[in-house]
């Protein structure tokens, strides 16, 4: 009797076993079959993101074709090649103390700039940085102005006495206002919209030049607004001081945008009188630049259908800073919903727009710990996902280089988009071969070292080496604050007076 017991006993957890058994390997068939079903749709989207050299020479080539016809016609393109007025870029010549203001955030800067000519150069700058209470953000525009206008008093109080300018001239500012503007002249422009969390109604379509000078006049300071720009033209007077072969300028931060030097005669739509020195720097303002030749994904289309901006600033959004971790979180969102790639469950911090920002993105792809030791912390700290593999952190890492190095080689052939239509791009048979150097500035370029190392290698591969020794990729450092008052005296009222 106590035999068949046993038996019956063993046959019972020989079976359990075996059912135990069947459940862990159809466990691991199911978690191998999401596997699988994640690595498929991986790969799906690092195909979609592809950026052959074929691609990218017809991303340079309609790049050019709109410039041109931003160029003959307002309107006549996605890319709304502004006329900026700045037909003076620096030399190296300028002397004088000048300021610059640079607003384009929540806070704003203020800056003086000693320059000394070809000899000396920038003898000194100072600079101080004020932030914007919240509420003159969406208040009246008479308020926000009075407290910068009182902000940049409190700086000139601060000037050494020998650094006066010559008695009886004015002081002269550089206005770095990095909001879409409407130029109109050198020194003024109407606001077409606030961006960056600014709403004050009262400002849109007046002169913000106008508006500043009223709250300086206000309280007896006697300073006036030679050059009103935006922060890639700063960059590209920033560049052009230190640098006379600098052609263009590219900001590759937060945003994207660029802008270069253009003969006068080749912009059709400009009908003033042409500037003496035959030059005009042109604002492209590339972020809204659109090709059916761009690697376009669902993960793009479905982030341009959710923003802020539907249909605008499609380059910019496949590009810059503000946009590369959200479209790794989007992608990770699939892949946890769909394969289930960190467990049964979705990670409900994954499904917040914009917690994965750029910088933490950086921080993982650079990771070169053995065990990526950086990922997982990120992925913990920032998405409360513990428990990871190094399996699972291992195609983080890979999601991040398919987007970096998108971003990175579009922008590559952005710039050779601009080389191309300042004909820069090819030799020229007995021409000397003359230096192109495109000064670059803004957080991405300077800090996501993997983005900035394949834009530049991109670039050659597209040029070929022989024009590439002649093209040169320079980061100018804090063009939109010095560049500004680089401008403001290239621009000076006293320029005449001072000339023999």
Same mark, same amino acid.
């Given at each position: 009797m106590g035999r068949k017991v046993a038996v019956v006993l063993c046959a019972a957890a020989a079976a359990v076993a075996a059912a135990g058994a069947a459940v862990v390997v159809r466990r691991q068939m199911k978690r191998s079959g999401k596997w699988a079903k994640a690595m498929a749709m991986l790969k799906e989207f690092e195909d979609m993101c592809g950026t052959p050299i074929g691609k990218l020479r017809q991303v340079a080539d309609a790049m050019t074709v709109e410039m041109h016809a931003g160029l003959a016609s307002e309107g006549g393109s996605k890319l709304k090649m502004l006329i900026s007025y700045v037909d003076n870029l620096p030399t190296g010549d300028e002397q004088g103390l000048f300021y610059a203001l640079d607003l384009g955030g929540t806070n704003f800067r203020v800056l003086r700039v000693q320059l000394g000519g070809k000899e000396k150069g920038v003898v000194s700058?100072?600079?101080?940085?004020?932030?914007?209470?919240?509420?003159?953000?969406?208040? =009246? /525009? *008479?308020?926000?102005?009075?407290y910068i206008a009182a902000a940049l008093a409190k700086f000139v109080a601060t000037e050494d006495e020998g650094s006066h300018p010559y008695p009886g001239r004015q002081r002269e500012l550089g206005f770095t206002f990095s909001f879409p503007v409407r130029q109109t002249s050198i020194s003024s422009g109407t606001l077409i919209k606030w961006t960056k969390g600014f709403?004050? *109604?009262?400002?849109? %379509?007046?002169n913000v030049v106008g508006e500043l000078t009223k709250a300086l006049e206000k309280i007896g300071l006697d300073m006036r607004v030679t050059a009103l720009v935006n922060d890639t033209i700063g960059t590209l007077a920033g560049g052009r001081y230190y640098n006379t072969d600098v052609i263009a300028a590219v900001i590759l931060g937060t945003g994207t945008n660029a802008a270069y030097v253009e003969r006068a005669q080749a912009i059709p739509k400009w009908h003033g009188p042409l500037p003496k020195s035959g030059e005009m720097v042109i604002n492209m303002e590339w972020g809204n630049f659109r090709s059916s030749h761009l690697p376009l994904t669902e993960y793009d289309q479905a982030l341009d259908t959710e923003s802020l901006n539907p249909g605008e600033q499609i380059f910019e959004k496949i590009i810059s800073g503000m946009y590369l971790g959200e479209i790794v979180r989007r992608v990770l969102l699939k892949m946890a919903e769909e394969a289930s790639f960190?467990?049964?469950?979705?990670?409900?911090?994954? &499904?917040?727009?914009?917690?994965?920002?750029?910088?933490?993105?950086?921080?993982?792809?650079?990771?070169?710990?053995?065990? +990526? !030791?950086?990922?997982?912390? !990120?992925?913990?700290?920032?998405?409360?996902? $513990?428990?990871?593999?190094?399996?699972? &952190? !291992?195609?983080?890492?890979? +999601?991040?280089?398919?987007?970096?190095? &998108?971003?990175? &080689? +579009? $922008?590559?052939?952005?710039?050779?988009?601009?080389?191309? !239509?300042?004909?820069?791009? =090819? @030799?020229?048979?007995?021409?000397?071969?003359?230096? $192109?150097?495109?000064?670059?500035?803004? %957080? +991405?370029?300077?800090?996501?070292?993997?983005? =900035?190392?394949?834009?530049? /290698? @991109?670039?050659?591969e597209l040029i070929g080496e022989e024009i590439a020794q002649n093209i040169v990729i320079e980061h100018s450092n804090d063009g939109s604050g010095i560049g500004a008052a680089l401008l403001a005296a290239s621009h000076s009222q006293y320029l005449e007076a001072e000339e023999p």
């Open positions: 700058q100072e600079f101080d940085e004020v932030s914007i209470p919240p509420h003159l953000m969406t208040g =009246s /525009s *008479e308020d926000l102005f009075d709403s004050i *109604e009262d400002v849109v %379509g007046e960190f467990g049964d469950n979705v990670p409900p911090k994954l &499904r917040v727009p914009f917690i994965l920002r750029t910088p933490d993105m950086s921080a993982m792809h650079h990771d070169t710990s053995s065990d +990526l !030791k950086v990922v997982g912390n !990120k992925l913990r700290d920032i998405l409360e996902i $513990s428990n990871t593999t190094l399996k699972m &952190r !291992k195609v983080v890492v890979e +999601l991040c280089d398919i987007v970096a190095t &998108r971003g990175a &080689r +579009l $922008s590559a052939a952005g710039i050779v988009g601009i080389l191309k !239509k300042l004909g820069r791009d =090819s @030799t020229r048979e007995g021409a000397d071969q003359q230096k $192109s150097v495109v000064a670059l500035d803004g %957080g +991405l370029f300077e800090h996501y070292t993997k983005f =900035s190392a394949c834009m530049e /290698s @991109t670039l050659k």
